[in-house]
Nanobody, 126 residues
Framework: QVQLVESGGGLVQIGGSLRLSCAAT????????MGWYRQAPGKQRDWVAD???????NYARSVKGRFTISRDNPKITVYLQMNSLKPEDTGVYYC????????????????????WGRGTQVTVSS
């Protein structure tokens, strides 16, 4: 089984930057796509970005142009560089990994991910 541990969350000012990291351990040879999701209090867990094994990326419209997802292979560490942060970016950010390549539209792919981290809190002050 794959274990994921997120780090790098914290409190930042509007317009600031933060870099999240997700370290994968366990059965990492089977990991294909990885992604980031976030969940605000009282709301559903929404897709933020994903990255394929080969480095192809997709972004939610709300973060496109501000966030950058990347990964370090074969160590399997995924990053989320967040710039120009807004209050609506506040939430718990979760790292996810899929054993099979993602299919379909990325915003509907939540159930394709097999492993999830416990999350890291990101708070953007207003």
């Amino acid at each position: 089984q794959v274990q994921l541990v997120e780090s790098g969350g914290g409190l930042v000012q509007i317009g600031g930057s933060l870099r999240l990291s997700c370290a994968a351990t366990g059965s990492i040879d089977g990991i294909n796509d990885m992604g980031w999701y976030r969940q605000a209090p009282g709301k559903q867990r929404d897709w933020v970005a994903d990255i394929s094994r080969g480095g192809n990326t997709n972004y939610a419209r709300s973060v496109k142009g501000r966030f950058t997802i990347s990964r370090d292979n074969p160590k399997i560490t995924v990053y989320l560089q967040m710039n120009s942060l807004k209050p609506e970016d506040t939430g718990v950010y979760y790292c996810a990994a899929a054993r099979a390549p993602r299919y379909g539209t990325p915003d509907t792919a939540r159930h394709q991910y097999d492993a999830w981290g416990r999350g890291t809190q990101v708070t953007v002050s207003s």
